[in-house]
């Protein structure tokens, strides 16, 4: 199950992170703005062209240090469908480069409808006698309120080309409780019990370590539900957002993992971006303070759980 | 509010109804999918083509009768980037012919990124000093999950471009109680909390006919939550999903109109759309076939409504 190879390069790497590619124009060096925009004008071609050069500096500076990387759909469908054409050419750019691509859509819907998406960002698509992968990431975010009629195509597509799932369970945003920290009558707050969900799709996705290729996602920015989730949910691997600009910190993401320093990656997306501009590196610096970012982050959270090592 | 111009055009066409427009290759007429192969090859962009022509033969025969369309981003997701340029194209076509556009997407994320949807889906980007409208759509449905910080943002756009949004509430799938019909210890159940948010988070965006821009998305498979929700949210407009293919029928769906016969539009997608196939029409009449079921449809529901009236 496709969550295996993500924890194989994890191990590999000695590091439990992702890098989320969430990519605005402000944050994009002017050369390289300016570059596309001679191009191709000031239009949605020219901002995704800078997009995908930006991410491929990005992806090559990170990809010898970082297993995995996060494309938020949201910033390339803001630029339309030539920025929807970059989040593929970015997918397709860092799977070649060996990484790992986890595309955060949280797409959900009836059962019919997650097929398609399923094919979309998972799988495949038949044109005539012709097939073709969409959008061809390694594992998909979805939101589970749909309950399991919306998830088992997912399950099905995960199954045949060996491929992860992210439900939400406790989201990282200030008002993730508002529903998610409701508590139902039987004594389950929401976010238990869709975490509980998860372990139960996960059977159907067993994998070698003794987590499931049905991962949820848990937030750096409530430690607490962190610990108590990793307790409860034995089998669900971890996507933890929330690191870094909104707030969370190593200490707080340590409860995510096991004894073995498995169970989890911790996502920053800001702070590895826009490090260059945090940083008052030169422009042309922006993969260089990118990497050193991510191996910062990555020193600051093995100093916290130790050495990686598979069961 | 943008919801009351649906609510002006259902009106004036006293039709409540939407058409769904999700296409599969399977759906289109041979010579539809020939002439696109023809031109663009068994690729990406030959389907893309299809589904277009398709689309825009729906769209010609519908717009008289129907007010409103709502394409699913799914089913354009599908067919990759190029496919994500015929649902921008779709949005367009449907809009030149005055048709309102739902785009079904439903997207959630924390505020930041919630931004990035807004703007993508219902708002406008700028690129160096121009501005774009990525896709342009007058309405989107969206999930939730993750609370008002995930809403907020889809507020400033929609009250700034007279735009508005459906939140999921209660879907039209078979396992949608798994987690939407759970009590929580205060009593109400999930669907109707989040219920309870829409109308909240309407105060925001109220609308002239008593209406507000947050509307709510509403099975029509449910009929006794429907009146119970028609009932209790007396200010929240309700898309209603699951008539025809998904089981619905006009009995269903009327609890969930007022006594003016307004406060719902009721969605079609493959009742309409293979509508050619089902009645065995020739496949040069597939738009003839889905206007005439678009009228039958309007005529089942209106027989229960009554005539339309603006408060």
Redesign the interface.
């Known amino acids: 199950m496709a969550l295996d190879r993500l924890i194989e390069k994890i191990t590999e790497l000695q590091n439990p992170t992702v890098a989320g590619l ?1 990519p ?2 402000g944050y994009i060096p002017a050369s390289i ?1 300016e570059r596309a ?1 001679a191009r191709y004008g ?3 071609e ?2 995704a062209a800078a997009l995908l050069e930006f991410n491929k500096g990005l992806i090559d500076a990170l990809c010898s240090v970082v297993p995995a990387v996060k494309p ?1 759909c ?2 390339y ?5 030539p ?3 970059a ?2 050419d970015t997918i397709a750019y860092a799977r070649d480069k060996g990484m790992f691509v986890i595309t955060d859509g ?6 019919a ?2 097929e ?2 399923a ?3 998972l799988g495949s ?6 097939e ?1 992968t ?2 061809g990431g390694d594992a998909l975010t979805v ?8 998830i088992n195509p997912l399950l099905t597509v995960c199954r045949e080309k060996d491929k992860g799932i992210f439900v ?1 369970v406790k ?10 920290n ?5 004594g389950d707050t ?1 976010y238990a ?2 975490g509980k ?1 998860c372990e139960e799709w996960g059977e159907q996705l067993p994998g070698k370590y003794g987590y499931s290729g049905v991962g949820a996602v848990v937030g750096a920015t409530y430690p607490e539900q962190l610990r108590e989730l990793r307790q409860s949910l034995t089998r669900t691997f971890f996507l933890v ?1 929330g690191y870094g600009a ?1 707030g969370g910190g190593a200490k707080d993401v340590a409860p995510a993992f096991d004894q073995n320093g498995l169970g989890a990656v911790v996502n920053a997306s800001r702070s590895i971006m826009c490090a260059w501009q945090k940083n008052g590196a030169a422009e042309q610096d922006f993969a260089k303070a990118a990497a050193q970012e991510a191996v910062r982050m990555r020193n600051e959270i093995t100093a916290e759980i130790g050495k990686i090592t598979l069961k």
Do not use: C
Not at 77 to 81: A, L, P
Not at 106 to 111: Q, V
């Open positions: 969430d605005k124009l703005r925009f000031e239009t949605l020219g901002a938020q949201a910033y469908e803001m630029y339309g469908w920025g929807v054409k989040l593929h949280k797409r959900n819907d009836i059962g409808t997650m398609a998406y094919a979309a960002h698509v038949t044109v005539g006698s012709a073709y969409p959008f939101n589970g309120y749909l309950g399991s009629d919306g939400l989201t990282s945003n200030p008002s993730s409780g508002e529903l998610q409701q508590v139902f009558e039987g929401l019990t869709v969900l957002p909104q």
